[in-house]
Nanobody
């Protein structure tokens, strides 16, 4: 199983970016998909998650600005980020809970995509 993240870049404060993360390989089922971020010198933190029942959860600091969604047919999770702030800067990682063979579940991480918000 591999996760390929994309969509990061440099944007001015107030701008928008859309991140994507596609899972490929031996996949029987996917349940929770999410995004984490790690700012320089800080620990990795949860940004948002979405279940296969489309229940979403957000970190308080991104509520109302970020929106997580998924396309189950494409095994892909998205993060639409609007009204970006300099404090949103960091490396964003997708995290997906996958059952490759229909029995056990494993958490997989994407390679990270850098988001830089300039003031």
């Amino acid at each position: 199983v591999q996760l390929q993240a994309s969509g990061g870049g440099l944007v001015q404060a107030g701008g928008s970016l859309r991140l994507s993360c596609a899972a490929s390989g031996s996949i029987t089922s996917i349940n929770i998909m999410g995004w984490y971020r790690q700012a320089p010198g800080k620990q990795r933190e949860l940004v948002a998650t979405i279940t296969n029942g489309i229940t979403t959860n957000y970190q308080d600091s991104v509520k109302g600005r970020f929106s997580i969604s998924r396309d189950n047919a494409k095994n892909t999770v998205y993060l639409q980020m609007n009204s970006l702030k300099p404090e949103d800067t960091g490396v964003y990682y997708c995290n997906v809970n996958i059952s490759p063979y229909g029995s056990r579940w494993y958490k997989y991480w994407g390679q990270g995509t850098l988001v830089t918000v300039s003031s």
